[in-house]
């Protein structure tokens, strides 16, 4: 299986790399530094790269800049940051890139668990999570030659935690969030992806997000049709 993976840098990113690796995938990372090299957050930089970019089973997405700010302290420049990069950076690496996934390909693009258990000084994360989650469910009624188009949301993981001060344990490693990208290229069309244990609470195919209360995490449930 031949794998784009645009953030094989960062700190998930990494984590992915080396399973997929180990499973035995072609892997193809990307980034700004990389020959071909790609900008999401330009138009003409995504065009020359998927010029450069043959035919592939999965690409994946695990990146995009976003600021955290209190409402009433965001600034212009901090909401179209996060809209350009991690919200339209992403839908335009997919709407350019669809045409490159052979049939049955899948494209999974990274959300967050910010859309669901939101904290304070979140606000733009949290709504281009859940926008891009929209994003998905809506897109993936377009996609032909059986293509699937999946988002994974990752929770905050241990090695970013211990650098903001917070108790990594209470949060999983890259490798384990990185699982969750694999089960993401089996899984089938219009599919949000959760790290095993950090599952929103689902009641009546409602997702309740009022709550990030540990003990109502469904631990069996990693992904479900959206």
Do not use: C
């Not at 304070?120 to 377009?142: C, H, I, K, Q, Y």
């Not at 990030?212 to 069996?220: A, G, K, L, N, Y």
């Amino acid at each position: 299986m031949n794998v784009l993976l645009i953030g094989a840098s960062g700190t998930i990113g990494k984590a992915v790399a080396d399973l997929f690796i180990e499973q035995g995938f072609t892997l193809i990372g990307a980034s700004r530094s990389t020959q071909p090299g790609v900008d999401f957050t330009d138009l003409a930089s995504i065009d020359a790269f998927y010029e450069q970019v043959g035919e592939l089973d999965a690409i994946l997405i695990i990146g995009g800049d976003a600021a955290f700010a209190p409402l009433d302290q965001l600034t212009d420049s901090q909401i179209e940051l996060t809209l350009s990069s991690k919200l339209m950076g992403q839908i335009n690496m997919a709407r350019k890139g669809i045409a490159k996934l052979r049939p049955n390909g899948v494209f999974v693009m990274t959300g967050g668990m910010l859309a669901y258990t939101p904290w304070p000084a979140t606000s733009m994360v949290a709504m281009v999570n859940a926008g891009l989650e929209g994003f998905v469910r809506a897109a993936a009624l377009d996609m032909t030659q059986d293509r699937r188009l999946v988002i994974v949301h990752p929770p905050l993981v241990a090695e970013t935690a211990g650098l903001f001060g917070l108790d990594s344990t209470q949060y999983p490693t890259a490798a384990t969030v990185a699982r969750a990208y694999l089960e993401a290229v089996e899984s089938e069309n219009g599919t949000a992806v959760f790290v095993s244990g950090y599952a929103p609470a689902i009641s009546s195919s409602l997702i309740d997000s009022n709550t990030d209360d540990q003990d109502s995490r469904d631990p069996s449930l990693t992904n479900y049709i959206i």
